[in-house]
């Protein structure tokens, strides 16, 4: 089954098209890469899909329902979940509480029984700590629970990030330069780590990246969008080959 | 007809005043993204030190202006240098609430050292005289008023536009850090970007004295918050836009006040902004920027 | 932040120490051995508590810069010396209608304008807190500007007592919940927080509601202590007041609002023959606290675990 059909997509910025007609199919549990120049609109379209920007015209189907017009905690709600290019995280709240707080949509007490301090609050609030614990083990991270999420390193912080989007239970998880900054023995950690997390939690992984190792690597399928538009689409080794793809990074040959 | 040919004619002077306060809002809006809360407070200041070039040194009300210029001039770079520098970088709900407090200190410093009760202008500082021109009555305080404004402004646009000062305010307001490394010094173009604005605010505070008759150490706040408002309205940052924004905000206010229900009178200003504020929070002439994510 | 279970034996002690302090305040009270004075402080006080620790979940924790705190407290003070003076309910119902108006009051206002961000919002809601002000001023059954006058003081210490007992349960509880981490995500990073499927809107507006109910009682407590109420007590400058004392304290503490609240409370009984000094003070206090020690006092941290913040027993 298609989890993610866009169709003819486009939005302009200020009459600059970021993104035009892109097209773009998905299958459950897949591992697809979105790479392209700087500059190229990767980052836009993770923005449109999860909600922080409106497309202009075109359609995003995710599961059957269009997503489109949606505002991005719904999104979130129907399963997309996803990181940052330049990490955001609540810098002043501790590593468990930045988990705690994606598990909130499955809070398990209501608002008044929070106030009154109800049983259930009691329960809920053991529930959601284990299982903020349990995706922070994934990532050994629960040792640093109590540690100010700023104050870890920057690796540890990627990873706390996709703890945290995959702790809102997502079926679709998009990772936005998920090893940018890192060196390459963690950048082969982050690959394996990723592998990992798809079969352990069943979902589909789309990632934007631009270490092309990490990319080959661990993609089943790769799109390449050179100014907004998909100029190729296939297997690793079919782009590496592509004469499109490699005039849109190297530029074209002198005649 | 002609009744509101009248009243727009007395709202063109009272909106002279708003725009010149407004200019000053919007010129450190859009150079360091403050609103100078203090900003009225330093009208208040031009207004006093106009009052007392008058009554004690006995000058006439062009002197006192040019000298409540200087005076607030000095006075917005140290308010500047002292309170919202050392802030440059904190957020802006920090910068925010220090400009709360500078004016404060301001109104109330002012009502400590010469008390809490007003002044009024002295009729030798300036006599009102009313003329009839075509069925209109126009007074030559309004005229006065209408006409200095104007002056300022016209040499308001030409610092910004021809000057080397002007251009490095203009540089800075679009980005900061690359007009650092064009080797424009930024501290120094803010001290001027302040000195300008409190100098117009001054200017504004010596003609509401002309234009009410008296003043007091509170007299800023209002004023201050329909500048603001008028400053919203033009789209913050946009010096034009102020400029139209205060004139509109003095027509509309003498029209509340001609037609309707003068109690009303700064409830409108607030209700005008909550409506720009929810319509179209950049103003007239404001483009929209979403944040970059 | 870590809630387990409620130990019982710190709520007993907890109780006991609520207890004592109120039974000792109201035998002073009734032996008259605190006076007059002492006690419209201790009113002051008691208020002043509510005002910021309300303000301080919509300033503190939420991120979101209100100046309209006195606008709120007006329409508590006004619905609730309506209900008892002119309607004959009783004074509880006279509380309850003020939290109700007040939290109305701030959906109302709430929902368009917390889409604003920072100081537009803050503008947007210093000018809304006025517009209530103004209109107050010019409804005729409420007599004006002139405002109501002989309310009876039905606003006793055990109703103070209970309010500001209440008021600070109600904030450490939501706070220290799940809903609450979701208010404090959104002072964190919106957008963050909205990926992760928070409903940022609503949490805000939930946020300034609870707030402004609680400066709606807040302001039925004042009115049915001092007699009188006319709009202009609730200008600006009162929203400024409640805005000092949570910066004073820390935004996000409500142990720092509650001490900076006493602090202020008594610094202006004291500086009571000097106004403008008074307003001096704040004027540096505000100026001083943003250049020096921008988090406050207190910053985002609470005070022990014994103190009024502690009361149900929640384990940091």
Redesign the interface.
């Known amino acids: 089954m298609t989890l993610l059909n866009i169709s003819k997509l486009y939005k302009s910025f200020g009459g600059l098209s970021a993104v035009l007609d892109f097209n773009f199919q998905m299958e459950e549990r897949e591992l697809v890469g979105l790479i392209g120049p700087n500059g190229a609109g990767k980052t836009t379209v993770f923005n449109l899909i999860t909600g922080i920007y409106k497309p202009d015209r075109g359609e995003i189907v995710f599961r059957e329902s269009d997503l489109v017009g949606m505002s991005p905690y719904n999104i979130c709600a129907r399963g997309i979940a996803r990181t940052f290019q330049n990490i955001r995280l609540f810098n002043d709240l501790s590593v468990l509480d930045n988990v705690k707080i994606a598990c909130h949509k499955q809070v398990p007490y209501s608002l008044l029984g929070a106030i009154m301090r109800s049983p259930a609050f009691f329960e809920g609030e053991e529930q959601i700590e284990q299982e903020a614990l349990k995706y922070l083990k994934v990532f050994n991270l629960a040792d640093k629970r109590d540690e100010l999420a700023k104050n870890l390193p920057y690796g540890e912080q990627r990873r706390l990030e996709i703890s945290r989007a995959l702790a809102t239970q997502p079926t679709l998880l998009i990772l936005d330069e998920p090893a940018a900054g890192m060196n390459p023995q963690e950048t082969n950690e982050l690959m394996q780590l990723i592998e990992m997390i798809r079969s352990e939690f069943g979902l589909a992984v789309l990632l934007i990246e631009h270490d092309m190792s990490l990319v080959m690597g661990v993609c089943e399928r790769i799109y390449v969008l050179d100014y907004g538009q998909i100029i190729a689409e296939g297997l690793p080794h079919e782009i590496r080959n592509n004469k499109k793809v490699i005039e849109a990074y190297l530029g074209e040959e002198l005649n | 007809m002609l009744e509101l040919i009248q009243q727009l004619v007395n709202g063109l002077s009272l909106g002279a005043i708003y725009a010149l306060i407004a200019l000053g809002y919007t010129m450190v809006y859009g150079i360091i993204k403050l ?1 100078n809360f203090a900003h009225g407070d330093v009208m208040m200041v031009g207004a006093f030190v106009g009052y007392f070039s008058v009554t004690l040194l006995g000058t006439n009300i062009l002197v006192a202006m040019l000298a409540a210029m200087a005076v607030c001039a000095f006075l917005g770079v140290i308010i500047e240098k002292v ?1 919202y520098r ?2 440059r970088n ?9 400009a ?6 301001l ?3 002012t ?2 050292l010469i008390g ?1 009760n007003q002044k009024v202008f002295p009729a030798s500082a300036f006599t009102v005289k009313a003329y009839d021109i075509a069925g209109l009555s126009i007074l030559n305080k309004d005229v006065f008023v209408f006409v200095s404004a104007l002056v300022l402004m016209v040499i308001l646009q030409y610092i910004i536009k021809y000057t080397k000062t002007g251009k490095a305010m203009r540089a800075v307001s679009l980005d900061m850090e690359a007009a650092v490394l064009m080797g424009i010094s930024v501290d120094k173009t803010i001290s001027m970007t302040f000195a300008i604005g409190s100098a117009l605010a001054a200017a504004a505070g010596v003609m509401v004295g002309v234009y009410y008759n008296t003043i007091n150490p509170l007299m800023g706040i209002i004023p201050g ?1 329909k500048a ?2 008028a400053a ?1 309205l033009g789209g913050i940052g946009i010096i034009p836009g102020a400029m139209v924004g205060g004139f509109v905000m003095g027509l509309l206010e003498t029209m509340v006040s001609g037609y309707g ?1 003068s ?2 009178r ?2 409108v200003a ?2 005008v ?2 409506l720009i ?2 319509i179209k ?1 950049t103003g007239i002439f404001g483009k929209d920027s ?2 970059k ?1 | 932040m870590q809630t387990k279970k409620i130990s019982w034996p710190r709520f007993l002690v907890e109780t006991a120490v609520l207890v004592a302090l109120f039974t000792l305040v109201q035998y002073g009270i009734t032996t008259r051995m605190l006076d007059q004075y002492v006690q419209i402080n201790l009113t002051s006080m008691c208020i002043n508590i509510i005002l910021a620790v309300s303000l301080n979940l919509i300033n503190g924790f939420t991120g979101q810069l209100s100046l309209g705190h006195a606008g709120f407290m007006a329409v508590g003070a006004y619905t609730a010396v309506i209900l008892t003076t002119k309607l004959d309910y009783p004074f509880l119902a006279g509380l309850v209608g003020s939290a109700m108006a007040a939290g109305l009051a701030g959906f109302v206002i709430g929902v368009p304008t917390l889409r604003l961000k920072g100081d537009y919002l803050a503008i947007a809601t210093l000018a809304l807190g006025e517009i209530i002000r103004v209109t107050l001023q010019n409804i005729d059954y409420i007599n004006g500007p002139a405002g109501i006058s002989g309310i009876p003081k039905l606003t006793t210490w055990a109703w103070l007592f209970g309010a500001v007992v209440l008021t600070i349960i109600v904030v450490v509880n939501l706070v220290n919940s799940s809903y609450g981490r979701a208010i404090i995500s959104v002072r964190e990073d919106e957008i963050a927080a909205e990926l992760m499927g928070i409903n940022t809107t609503k949490y805000k507006v939930l946020a300034f509601v609870i707030g402004a109910s609680f400066a709606g009682i807040a302001g039925a407590l004042y009115g049915h202590y001092f007699y009188i109420i006319k709009p202009e007590t609730f200008n600006f400058m009162k929203s400024f007041d409640i805005l000092v004392m949570v910066v004073l304290g820390g935004l996000g503490s409500t142990t720092g609002a509650v001490i900076a609240a006493i602090f202020v409370t008594i610094l202006t009984a004291v500086l009571q023959p000097f106004p403008e000094i008074r307003m001096i003070l704040y004027a540096l206090i505000l100026i001083i606290v943003m250049i020096y020690r921008p988090q406050g006092l207190m910053g985002n941290k609470e005070l022990g675990r014994q103190t009024l913040g502690r009361i149900w027993g929640i384990r940091r």
Do not use: C, K, M
């Not at chain 2, 904190?90 to 220090?98: E, K, N």
């Not at chain 2, 709360?100 to 200190?105: K, N, R, Y």
């Open positions: 609103i309170a050392p802030l904190a957020t802006r709900i920090a910068s925010l609430i220090t709360i407090g500078v004016s404060f200190l109104e109330y410093l009502i400590f809490p918050l603001f408002v919203v229900n109690l009303y700064d409830a607030f209700g902004l909550i504020l929810l929070p979403g944040e994510v």
